[in-house]
C-alpha cells in the first residue's frame, strides 16, 4: 500500500520505516490537541495496570515520527521495552504503516475547541529550544525542504483574531510530491477534517478504534471500559472508576513532569500550563456571527454531514460503529 508523505520541521513519518512493530503494539493518533495525552494516559493505566509508570510518559509511549530525538535513540528505547507498546502519532493513517497485529486508536475533538488548545499551546511552548533539538537530531542532509534554516514560527507574531482567520481558512497537508510545510501558527481547520475524515473511512477495520474527547469528558469509566475491551483489557466497573480518578485533569497536572509530553525535552515553558482548564465552547469567544457562518461553510465543503457529526459531539452526533 501507497503511503502519503507527511514530512514538516516537526514531524517526518518515513521515521517509522526504522521500527519493527510487535503483535500487540498499540498506536494512537490524534491531530494536535484533541486528547493524544489523555489517551495516553488511559493507555498506561491499562497496560500497568495503575498509575505508576517506569519513566516519564513522553519516553514510555514517545511521539515516534517527532523530529527533535535522534531516531536511532527513539527506535533503541523502544526495542528494548519488554511491557506492551504504546506509541503516539500526529499522522493520518494513510502515512503510517498499517499493520493487522497492531490496534490504532484514533480520537476527535471539535475542531473549534482543538485550534482554542492550540492557540494557548504555541504560547507555552519554547519554539528556540525545538530549533535546536530538531537540528541536533536530524543530519543537515536529512531535512526536508530547501536548504539553508528554516523558521519554526512566522517572522511576526499574530493575534488571535488572525490566527483564527488562517487557521479557518488554510489549505489542507500539501499536495503528493510537496512533502514539506513549515509549521505555521495553530494549523489549519482542513488539516484536522483531513486526518478525522482519513480515519473515518478505515473506522470499520477490526484493529482500528475511534473515540472522542467529549465522549472522554461524559463518561470516562464508561470510555474506559471500552477502551480496554478494545485492546482486550477485561476491565469491572468498579477498577475502571479507580484507574479513571488518575486520568482527570488536576491529577495529571498535578504530575505534569512525568505525564506532559516532551517533559525530557524542555520545550515547556511550564509544565503544569500544558494541562490547562480549557474545557468545551471556549472557541466562542473568538467567533462572531460573520465567523461562525463561515465555520459551517468551510466545514461542509471539507467533509461529510456524517464524520461532521461525530467531529463535533462524538458518538452522541454520530456513532462510528453503527
Given at each position: 500500500?501507497?503511503?502519503t508523505?507527511?514530512?514538516?520541521?516537526?514531524?517526518?513519518?518515513?521515521?517509522?520505516?526504522?521500527?519493527?512493530?510487535?503483535?500487540?503494539?498499540?498506536?494512537?493518533s490524534?491531530?494536535?490537541?484533541?486528547?493524544?495525552?489523555?489517551?495516553q494516559?488511559?493507555?498506561?493505566?491499562?497496560?500497568?495496570?495503575?498509575?505508576?509508570?517506569?519513566?516519564?510518559?513522553?519516553?514510555?509511549?514517545?511521539?515516534?515520527?517527532?523530529?527533535?530525538?535522534?531516531?536511532?535513540?527513539?527506535?533503541?528505547?523502544?526495542?528494548?521495552?519488554?511491557?506492551?507498546?504504546?506509541m503516539?502519532?500526529?499522522?493520518?493513517?494513510?502515512?503510517?504503516?498499517?499493520?493487522?497485529?497492531?490496534?490504532?486508536?484514533?480520537?476527535?475533538?471539535?475542531?473549534?475547541?482543538a485550534?482554542?488548545?492550540?492557540?494557548?499551546?504555541?504560547?507555552?511552548?519554547?519554539?528556540?529550544?525545538?530549533?535546536?533539538?530538531?537540528?541536533?537530531?536530524?543530519?543537515?542532509?536529512?531535512?526536508?525542504?530547501?536548504?539553508?534554516?528554516?523558521?519554526?514560527?512566522?517572522?511576526?507574531?499574530?493575534?488571535?483574531?488572525?490566527?483564527?482567520?488562517?487557521?479557518?481558512?488554510?489549505?489542507?497537508?500539501?499536495?503528493?510530491?510537496?512533502?514539506?510545510?513549515?509549521?505555521?501558527?495553530?494549523?489549519?481547520?482542513?488539516?484536522?477534517?483531513?486526518q478525522?475524515?482519513?480515519?473515518?473511512?478505515?473506522?470499520?477495520?477490526?484493529?482500528?478504534?475511534?473515540f472522542?474527547?467529549?465522549?472522554?469528558?461524559?463518561?470516562?469509566?464508561?470510555?474506559?471500559?471500552?477502551?480496554?475491551a478494545?485492546?482486550?483489557?477485561?476491565?469491572?466497573?468498579?477498577?475502571?472508576?479507580?484507574?479513571?480518578?488518575?486520568?482527570?485533569?488536576?491529577?495529571?497536572?498535578?504530575?505534569?513532569?512525568?505525564?506532559?509530553?516532551?517533559?525530557?525535552?524542555?520545550?515547556?515553558?511550564?509544565?503544569?500550563?500544558?494541562?490547562?482548564?480549557?474545557?468545551?465552547?471556549?472557541?466562542?469567544?473568538?467567533?462572531?456571527?460573520?465567523?461562525?457562518?463561515?465555520?459551517?461553510?468551510?466545514?461542509?465543503?471539507?467533509?461529510?454531514?456524517?464524520?461532521?457529526?461525530?467531529?463535533?459531539?462524538?458518538?452522541?452526533g454520530?456513532?462510528?460503529?453503527?
Open positions: 500500500m501507497t503511503r508523505l507527511y514530512r514538516s520541521l516537526m514531524s517526518d513519518n518515513m521515521r517509522w520505516d526504522a521500527l519493527r512493530l510487535r503483535e500487540g503494539d498499540i498506536i494512537i490524534t491531530p494536535s490537541k484533541c486528547g493524544m495525552t489523555w489517551t494516559r488511559l493507555v498506561s493505566l491499562l497496560v500497568f495496570d495503575g498509575p505508576e509508570l517506569p519513566g516519564p510518559l513522553s519516553t514510555v509511549s514517545p511521539w515516534f515520527d517527532q523530529t527533535i530525538r535522534p531516531l536511532d535513540e527513539v527506535v533503541g528505547v523502544l526495542e528494548a521495552q519488554t511491557h506492551r507498546r504504546f503516539k502519532t500526529h499522522t493520518p493513517l494513510d502515512g503510517l504503516i498499517l499493520d493487522d497485529r497492531v490496534t490504532y486508536i484514533c480520537v476527535g475533538r471539535d475542531p473549534r475547541d485550534a482554542v488548545s492550540m492557540l494557548f499551546q504555541t504560547a507555552n511552548m519554547d519554539r528556540d529550544r525545538m530549533r535546536v533539538l530538531h537540528d541536533a537530531a536530524v543530519p543537515a542532509h536529512h531535512r526536508p525542504g530547501p536548504p539553508g534554516p528554516q523558521p519554526l514560527r512566522e517572522p511576526a507574531e499574530r493575534g488571535p483574531v488572525e490566527e483564527f482567520r488562517d487557521w479557518m481558512e488554510g489549505p489542507a497537508h500539501p499536495p503528493p510530491g510537496v512533502g514539506f510545510a513549515p509549521p505555521k501558527g495553530i494549523g489549519t481547520l482542513a488539516n484536522i477534517l483531513d478525522f475524515g482519513k480515519t473515518w473511512e478505515r473506522r470499520h477495520m477490526p484493529n482500528v478504534a475511534l472522542h474527547y467529549a465522549d472522554f469528558q461524559q463518561d470516562l469509566v464508561g470510555e474506559l471500559i471500552r477502551l480496554g478494545v485492546l482486550g483489557f477485561d476491565v469491572s466497573y468498579d477498577r475502571a472508576a479507580e484507574l479513571a480518578r488518575y486520568a482527570s485533569l488536576d491529577e495529571m497536572r498535578s504530575r505534569a513532569a512525568e505525564v506532559a509530553p516532551n517533559t525530557t525535552d524542555g520545550i515547556w515553558h511550564s509544565n503544569e500550563s500544558f494541562f490547562r482548564s480549557g474545557g468545551c465552547g471556549e472557541w466562542q469567544q473568538y467567533f462572531g456571527f460573520a465567523e461562525y457562518r463561515r465555520y459551517n461553510d468551510r466545514i461542509n465543503q471539507l467533509a461529510p454531514p456524517d464524520l461532521l457529526a461525530w467531529a463535533h459531539e462524538g458518538r452522541r454520530c456513532d462510528p460503529d453503527g
